[in-house]
């Protein structure tokens, strides 16, 4: 037997909608838990319908932290703002010899609190003073402009229409008057010392790299990772959109469009690109329910309009559960390959409601009790029928490999590749290909034409000598 694990932490990941909360209730129950927020808009109070809080009867009483717990005039936290808040409040819940739990879908977080790093970015934001840039505010391709100017390396790399990734690489050079390229590569160098001080091992013996940098988890956790086919977790959220409605979606969107217009009659700039402001169901429902508001609208506009902000929220919601579960194959799972932890996760199917307790609820009670006893855990893949195929890294993280950034434009499609990746795969795709052969046909029928119109004209002068020819023989 294997000794017990020294200040465990259990985590549970997944797409939005896969029921996370519920199995981080039952765990904390099981084991004498206390359960973490880590969903980046569930930590603003109110709004329990457009962030998606468990309610409180489903709590059952365990005790949950790091939710509700900013108003709507504060922005998100940074990540190492996050981080720190989250620290505390697991030791607080290991003094009383209790479970930390931690559970959400803002995986960012979750990795961040998982495993050790430098979180030099977001610490130089969140301690510096919160003097307004206005250049911040200008459109996307004037900061590129100043990014290009101050940070090349980072202008690069990002998509010219990424805005929120130019602008905040350019918000932490205003901020910390560094490049964040440089603040990027001194943070590999420390979270490379820490693992040179904590594994004093030569450099060949050294496990756990991933992208050229080493990665160390800050306590033994188990992870678990609720999944559900596309096709029925698709099907689960357009129903639980439906349900939002119902639940008061509409009444949250006016709360925060009444605070905003409040805010801005004050002359405070609100950045609706961050924070609550970026919460699904807002702005997909803001025209609808202004011209319900308004009274203008005639009952056939006020269904076109409700209709179309439904379905568009139904995509944004899909569309956000499919990057959840990217984040987690391609960079939790790198990550984790890195640190030689690849052991300690195990998906869950949550494909079929109907059998929820005998593929979630009891795997994970039976594996949540091994691992706090000290037991030998079971290998992840025969815990699921899709572990094989999901359990392993679906590519390798390019954010770590600086040597593969490297920003090219397709001449004949437009498109803007900032990887090697991307270029790579859209010059392998069809629509790339067809625009090609469309390119080369019209290359084609061009040159034909030109070569036309030189046989014609070489026609018109052999026939204006002819002529000559013909009256110079007449003369003659």
């Not at 086919?229 to 959109?241: M, P, Q, V």
């Not at 919460?279 to 506009?301: H, M, N, P, V, W």
């Not at 034409?449 to 003369?475: S, T």
Request: proline share 4%.
């Amino acid at each position: 037997m294997l000794r017990p694990p020294q200040k465990p932490l259990v985590a549970i990941i997944g797409a939005t909608g896969t029921g996370k909360s519920e199995l981080a209730v039952e765990i904390a129950r099981r084991f004498n838990g206390e359960i973490i927020n880590g969903d980046a808009m569930q930590l603003y109070h109110g709004l329990p319908v457009i962030t998606n809080k468990i309610p409180e009867v489903e709590q059952k009483g365990i005790p949950h932290h790091l939710l509700g717990c900013i108003g709507l005039e504060q922005e998100t936290w940074t990540v190492g703002k996050f981080v720190d808040k989250a620290l505390g409040v697991i030791e607080e819940i290991r003094s009383r010899n209790q479970l930390p739990v931690l559970v959400g879908g803002t995986h960012y977080y979750t990795q961040s609190l998982l495993f050790h790093d430098i979180l030099a970015d977001d610490t130089a934001l969140s301690s510096s003073n919160n003097q307004h840039f206005p250049i911040l505010d200008e459109p996307t391709d004037v900061i590129l402009t100043k990014l290009q100017e101050v940070d090349p390396i980072m202008a690069e790399r990002w998509h010219p229409t990424d805005r929120q990734k130019i602008r905040r690489s350019l918000e932490l050079f205003l901020k910390t008057g560094k490049p964040a390229s440089k603040i990027y590569e001194e943070q590999a160098i420390r979270r490379q010392a820490v693992v040179d001080a904590d594994n004093p091992a030569d450099d060949g013996e050294r496990e756990g790299k991933s992208g050229g940098l080493t990665m160390t988890m800050r306590f033994p956790a188990l992870i678990f990772w609720i999944h559900a086919s596309r096709e029925a977790l698709c099907k689960r959220l357009d129903g639980r959109i439906l349900k939002m409605l119902e639940n008061g979606l509409l009444e949250e969107v006016s709360t925060l469009s009444i605070f905003r217009e409040g805010q801005e009659a004050k002359g405070f700039a609100v950045d609706q690109t961050r924070g609550i402001w970026v919460s699904i169901g807002y702005k997909e429902f803001l025209a609808y329910r202004t011209a319900l508001a308004s009274g203008a609208a005639d009952a056939q506009e006020l269904a076109r309009l409700k209709e179309a902000a439904v379905a568009h929220t139904q995509a944004a919601t899909r569309q956000y559960a499919n990057r959840q579960v990217k984040w987690i194959r391609i960079k939790l799972m790198n990550a984790l390959a890195g640190a030689g932890q690849t052991t300690n996760i195990f998906l869950l199917d949550g494909t079929d409601l109907a059998i929820w307790d005998e593929r979630v609820i009891s795997p994970a009670m039976g594996i949540t009790e091994k691992f706090l006893n000290g037991d030998s855990l079971p290998p992840p893949v025969d815990v699921s029928d899709i572990a094989t195929e999901l359990l392993k890294p679906k590519s390798e993280d390019l954010s770590q490999r600086r040597d593969l950034w490297g920003k090219k434009t397709c001449e004949v499609c437009g498109i803007v590749g900032t990887t090697v990746n991307d270029w790579e795969q859209h010059i392998k795709s069809r629509a790339h290909r067809r625009a090609v052969a469309i390119k080369e046909k019209k290359k084609v029928k061009e040159q034909m034409r030109e070569r036309g119109l030189k046989m014609d004209a070489q026609k018109e002068v052999i026939d204006v000598l002819e002529n000559h020819l013909d009256l110079f023989a007449e003369e003659q």
